[in-house]
């Protein structure tokens, strides 16, 4: 079974910066997209970063020049570096790895900017 797994969520203060990582197994990792979500409470989930299977990476406009996605497929591993953080930040933070119709997705890590 294909388990995706995040992690490196937390409380931060403003400004603050946290990595979250995506942890894949049972799964061609290295073929996958991956991409990041977030939802807060009472809103939609996001999509906030992407990274191809050849590693190009788009961002959503809120978190452009803040947050950096990247891989590394010999972990079969994903990261969200998140740099500046800001209140507005604060939600459960998702994976998602993507392939033609093929679909999956993390539990979700809390990240919660509060002073």
């Known amino acids: 079974q294909v388990q995706l797994v995040e992690s490196g969520g937390g409380l931060v203060q403003p400004g603050g910066s946290l990595r979250l990582s995506c942890a894949a197994s049972?799964?061609?990792?290295?073929?996958?997209?991956i991409d990041w979500y977030r939802q807060a409470p009472g809103n939609e989930r996001e999509l906030v970063a992407t990274?191809?299977?050849?590693?190009?990476?788009n961002y959503a406009d809120s978190v452009k020049g803040r947050f950096t996605v990247s891989r590394d497929n010999t972990k079969n591993t994903a990261y969200l570096q998140m740099n500046n953080l800001k209140p507005e930040d604060t939600a459960v933070y998702y994976c998602?790895?993507?392939?033609?119709?093929?679909?999956?997705w993390g539990k979700g890590t809390l990240v919660t900017v509060s002073s």
């Open positions: 998602n790895a993507v392939r033609f119709t093929m679909n999956y």
């Open positions: 990274i191809t299977s050849g590693g190009s990476t």
């Open positions: 049972r799964i061609g990792f290295s073929v996958y997209t």
